[in-house]
């Protein structure tokens, strides 16, 4: 990614989605006790100002932190309805392999070329929040070698750059309200590293679609039906490719045995980044599943909305809840039954909502109805 900073016509200032690759990074993901939502609310208008206060001392380092707002804890925390696409993870339960849907109110993305800066404000953020939260998940991220992966092959070559990152990874003008917001996916992978070794370059290869040493992709002729390229390319009805914004990190233990990488990434629509992941697990046609998948687990699976900056430091719902709250007690003086429509326009954060994401004529997320070109 080449995009640091991104000016929006409506003067929204998005959070520091396509920042520049970092060597380092910490994902946070954690769930908010019942009852500390306005606590927490206030608190996130104030993470920026943790970001200066421990960037500034090493600026050459860009330190930053995106911040993703999960669909239950939006329904619990904010009395605007919420963003159109945001629901909860939609699980992916193929014949051999599954995507499970995991536990998660908010995700912390922080990255920096250094992890003590990282760990620094991942500490004063947990700090902050106290008994608000538990941290249900903690991965320490780090490039590898020659931006590769844990098994061997480079990770992020087909990333979008300059206006087509901005494009894929923001939303459009097509959604006023959440203009220059973006949608995160997370998933914790992890590898049987013992089993992947075993294959011979040549069969690694034909499970990513990709030569190994020199990263040059098959030509499309000699490409698995259930090679990772074939499966996490998306193309709508007229042709139309469209892309995602990635920034996955390696991880592990040498104690424990435990490899992985984190999966990140970013995207105006979802359902693009939810449609590579049902041709992975399920398959395209149903039963071809990504080859990778058999030498790796997906322990964990998150949606988040990440709002722009502006949003999380002033939502202004607060005023929206007033005026909900006295158009309601007008209604109630003329003795009339009370409008309680404006502050539960929105869906429960269930499997209703999941459902509804689905394209209910075939049970797929129908990428063919995606609406926006990116050309």
Known sequence: MTVQNVALPNGRTPQHVLGPPAPSAIFLVVTV????????????GDVSGLVRTVGFRSREDHL???????????????????PAQLHPFIEQRGDTHTAPSTPGDILFHIR??????????????????GSSVDVVDEVHGFRYFD?????????????????EAIDSAYVGPEDP??????????????????????????????AFGR??????????????????LILNTI????????????????????????????????AGDPSVTEQMLENMFIGDPPGTYDRILDFSTAETGNLFYVPTQDFLEDPGDDEDAAADEDAA???????????????????????????????????????????????
């Open 64 to 82: 930053s932190c995106v911040t993703g707002i999960g669909a239950s804890l939006w329904d619990r925390m904010y009395s605007i309805p919420r």
């Open 112 to 129: 920096a070329r250094r992890i003590d800066l990282c760990f620094e404000l991942a500490r004063l953020i947990i700090g902050e929040l």
């Open 235 to 266: 193309e709508d009805e007229d042709g139309t490719e469209h892309k995602i914004v990635r920034d996955n990190m390696v991880f592990g233990s040498v104690e424990s045995g435990e490899y992985g990488t984190y999966f990140i990434g970013y």
């Open 177 to 206: 309200d959440c203009e220059g917001g973006s949608y995160v996916i997370v998933q914790k992978y992890t590898h049987d590293m013992k089993e992947w070794e075993s294959l011979g370059v040549e069969a690694q290869e034909a």
């Open 329 to 375: 007690a007008e209604t109630d003086d003329t003795g009339g039954p009370a409008d309680d429509s404006a502050r539960n326009s929105t869906e429960p954060a269930d499997q209703t909502a999941v459902d509804a994401a689905r394209d209910t004529s075939d049970g797929s997320l129908g990428i063919g109805s995606l609406k926006r070109s990116r050309q």
């Open 147 to 163: 931006e590769r992966d844990i098994l061997g092959f480079v990770d992020g070559t087909e990333n979008p750059e300059d206006q």
């Open 33 to 44: 006790h019942p009852g500390a939502e306005g606590e927490v609310k206030n608190f996130l």
């Open 211 to 228: 030569h190994k040493l020199s990263d040059m992709e098959f030509d499309d002729d000699d490409k698995a039906a259930n090679s990772h």
